[in-house]
């Protein structure tokens, strides 16, 4: 009978104090925890050229280049702030688009498109030349 109690109140003992040790917790392990991992992420930023929704890619023209990006099907998509679709976003619209490295393939998991406004639409065609008298 002193036995068994011994032995139970040994466990008990054992126990607060697991829990006290456990409930220590380092303010550094506690912040590493809470940020979400890093994923090696690279950005990049142009003009949405094309769009190929069976082969689910897009081409943006950057510089003097074109780069082809595969569309993760997790990949967030937002236009003026609000999240939407592949088939939202217009040809020539400014893009931001936040991308991994696969295998010879960049593949993007966040693409940020501005709105094109009809300001930018009418400013972008060329000016009226004068008539040479």
Do not use: W
Not at 21 to 36: F, R
Not at 43 to 60: C, E, H, Q, R, Y
Not at 85 to 99: A, D, M, N, P, Q
């Amino acid at each position: 009978m002193k036995k068994g109690l011994i032995l139970v109140i040994c466990a008990a003992i054992a126990l607060a104090y697991a829990g006290m040790v456990l409930a220590q917790t380092n303010p550094l392990a506690q912040q590493t925890l809470s940020k979400p991992p890093m994923v090696n992420k690279r950005k990049t930023m142009g003009i949405l050229k094309s769009i190929d929704f069976a082969a689910n890619t897009i081409v943006v023209k950057h510089e003097n280049s074109s780069r082809m990006f595969m569309i993760d099907p997790a990949a967030k998509i937002l236009m003026g702030g609000k999240e939407c679709r592949l088939e939202s976003l217009k040809l020539g619209s400014k893009v931001t688009i936040f991308y991994k490295r696969g295998a010879k393939k960049r593949i993007a998991v966040e693409i940020i498109a501005q709105p094109i406004s009809p300001a930018a639409k009418t400013s972008n065609r060329p000016a009226d030349k004068p008539d040479k008298e």
